[in-house]
């Protein structure tokens, strides 16, 4: 018989806590069936988060090229490029990438978190189903992001700021694994 139960990390973002909403999202959480097996407040280090958000190359340019594919997505083809060039300086994709990771990052370290662990028959890809897209507005109706973030892609960009998505979840079981030998080091 396959076991399916897994273990997945959310991590409630400094904009889920300054906006009350860390009650409510567990509470759409627990009645998922997934069990909340631990959970702490901190105030993370720039060191944890640079591993966190690993300098992984792969990782900087499927953030670049999601971000471009975004805003070419909104009919802003060229636009898009010349707003990129003007606001960071580049509109090539992997320094785009890196630069939206320090911002990632900076974002991170404006105040605390509360990270958490999951475990439940599929985990981490019923945390991603309920969590929604990364970018709020392409985020399905009854999802964590659908409903509750408010983050405006284009004026965060045009502001130098990250998109603000309330949490951050575990992409796959390895990122899960991976992700709560950082946070949670017994």
């Not at 991590?11 to 909403?21: E, Q, T």
């Not at 090229?65 to 300086?89: C, H, I, P, W, Y």
């Not at 970018?135 to 004026?155: C, E, F, H, K, Y």
Request: aromatic share 6%; charged share 30%; glycine share 8%.
């Amino acid at each position: 018989m396959l076991d399916n139960k897994e273990r997945t990390l959310l991590i409630f973002k400094p904009d889920a806590l300054k906006r009350g909403l860390v009650g409510e999202i567990i509470s759409r959480l627990e009645r998922t069936g997934l069990k909340l097996i631990c959970i702490e407040q901190r105030r993370p280090s720039p060191e944890l988060l640079e591993q966190h958000y690993a300098d992984d190359p792969i990782w900087i340019e499927n953030l670049g090229e999601k971000t471009k594919e975004f805003f070419t997505g909104q009919n802003l083809g060229r636009e898009a490029d010349s707003m990129f060039k003007v606001r960071f300086g580049t509109s090539e994709t992997f320094e785009l990438g890196k630069i939206i990771r320090r911002l990632l990052i900076d974002f991170m370290l404006e105040g605390d978190v509360i990270v958490s662990i999951w475990e439940g028959s599929l985990a981490v890809s019923v945390m991603r189903k309920v969590v929604g897209n990364t970018v709020p507005v392409n985020a399905a109706p009854g999802t964590i992001r659908g409903d509750l973030s408010n983050s405006s892609p284009l004026q965060l960009l045009l502001d130098g700021r990250c998109i603000e998505n309330l949490v951050h979840a575990s992409g796959t079981r390895e990122e899960a694994d991976r992700e709560i030998a950082l946070w949670f080091k017994e």
